[in-house]
């Protein structure tokens, strides 16, 4: 068990092309929002924009598509205070590792990924070179997604069935890389990630009963196309043919799940019983409209304003990014030490001094003989900063404070300084909000 001051880390990323549709929203976007809310989770999610240049050369569609996914998250309730919201993009950090990993990554495992191999078969049944589809991006998707998640060390990541695999190859490199540089003093250095697949993705049906899905186009938009669009949509929702006044079997159709995803217990036992004692197609369908719309309207009216205003948006992306790069900095300091990108153990002297600041930096408050009070500021073997001394000790912890908070002229102290303030982040970031 996790204890509240170690929270669980629940970390998502969300393809950004194209758009969003009902199905979307019942079967991750609500569940998602609904389960960073809880007590000791601290949720990650993030546009997989990286990711999403793989499959999409056109700027413009990779521009315009990560803000409409993040306005979507927003708009949809997510707490961007409490949870962290990003660009992947945006914490290049991220690729680093990705480096890191591919170098120990078999390329054999790689030929074994789900994505890659469906790739290939298209190609060779199209009678194309069976390589002819695959770009080194494509292929390395995998490693790039360990990248993301191992980055935060994330316990638990919420993903699709076809996602799976993928989660594995996650657990596999991370093994890898605790085992080859995490003997002795480095301890590990990532744990190893859980897939969460939950079952109710799969369940809302698209408009002709089977998953809603864009490639079976029976999709209900999310947002776009406003009330008239879903009212487009709904109206398509395939139903047996009785009419007013006959009884309808409401079990098994399309039209009573999208009810009771919109519905509490109550409202899907009326509805029930209604169909069965004759209620209309038509009428039936204008109150699913309706009940869907008390949800939606609201939230599409947010995103519609968030949308108009894309600088409150990128402020709310930048802030997430801040964050995200506060946790993930200092463990990607101890991965470069680990895997041997750091000075040289053998500098001698001035040199030795500095190599020494890759230690991190440490804050000592203590009382001399003369019975005053002193912070002290120091990396390595070497003191950055020496407070005079004080009569009392919060006087002390005021001169740390306002020394910490201000921005120092020496570059030294203020990397040190920085270091510091970066943990304090991550540290806030990590504590379990009520
Ligand atoms: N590959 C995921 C998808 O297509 C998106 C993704 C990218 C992701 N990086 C991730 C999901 C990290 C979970 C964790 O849905």
Redesign the pocket.
């Known amino acids: 068990m996790r204890s509240a001051a170690s929270p669980c880390r629940v970390?998502?990323?969300?393809?950004t092309t194209g758009t969003l549709h009902l199905g979307n929203y019942v079967g991750a976007i609500r569940p998602a929002i609904a389960a960073s809310r809880q007590d000791g989770v601290e949720s990650f999610f993030?546009m997989?924009d990286y990711?999403a240049l793989i499959k999409c050369d056109d700027p413009d569609r990779v521009e315009a598509s990560r803000m409409q996914i993040a306005a979507t998250w927003v708009a949809a309730g997510l707490d961007v205070e409490r949870a962290l919201l990003y660009r992947?993009s945006d914490v290049p950090e991220v690729c680093e590792l990705n480096w890191m990993l591919t170098c120990l990554t078999a390329k054999g495992q790689m030929n074994r990924a789900h994505a890659y191999k469906a790739t290939v078969d298209a190609a060779v049944a199209a009678g194309e070179d069976p390589d002819s589809r695959v770009s080194m991006g494509l292929y390395c998707?995998p490693i790039?997604?360990?990248a993301?998640?191992l980055l935060f060390n994330?316990h638990r990541?919420?993903?699709?069935k076809?996602?799976v695999q993928?989660?594995e190859m996650?657990r596999d490199v991370a093994q890898r890389f605790n085992a080859t540089y995490g003997e002795g003093a480095n301890g590990e250095f990532f744990v190893l990630p859980e897939a969460q697949v939950d079952a109710e993705t799969e369940l809302l049906p698209g408009l002709d009963g089977r998953k809603m899905s864009k490639s079976y186009d029976n999709v209900v938009p999310l947002f776009e196309g406003g009330l008239a669009a879903l009212q487009a949509a709904i109206a398509k929702v395939v139903t047996d043919s009785r009419l007013p006044g006959e009884p309808k079997e409401p079990e098994g159709t399309a039209f009573i799940q999208l009810w009771d995803a919109f519905a509490d217990a109550h409202e899907r036992a009326a509805m029930r019983a209604e169909l069965r004692s004759g209620l209309g197609w038509g009428e039936a369908k204008q109150r699913l409209v309706a009940q869907i719309e008390r949800e939606l309207g609201p939230m599409r009216a947010r995103y519609e304003q968030l949308m108009a205003d894309p600088e409150a948006l990128e402020a709310i992306l930048l802030s997430g990014a801040e964050r995200a790069r506060a946790i993930a900095r200092p463990l990607l300091a101890r991965l470069r030490e680990a895997v041997g990108l750091r000075r040289s153990r053998r500098l001698t002297g001035a040199q030795a001094m500095v190599a020494k600041e890759a230690l991190p930096p440490l804050v000592k408050q203590y009382r001399e003989d003369d019975g005053r009070f002193y912070v002290k500021l120091s990396q390595g073997e070497r003191t950055l900063l020496l407070s005079p001394g004080f009569e009392q000790g919060r006087a002390a912890g005021d001169w740390w404070k306002a020394v910490k908070t201000a921005p120092h002229p020496d570059p030294v102290v203020e990397a040190a300084l920085q270091q510091l303030r970066e943990l304090d982040a991550a540290k806030a970031a990590g504590k379990a909000r009520p």
Not at 11 to 15: A, D, E, M, N, W
Not at 157 to 160: A, R
């Open positions: 970390l998502t990323g969300i393809t993030f997989a990711h992947q998707y790039l997604m360990a993301d998640i994330a990541v919420p993903v699709g076809d996602q993928h989660i996650t």
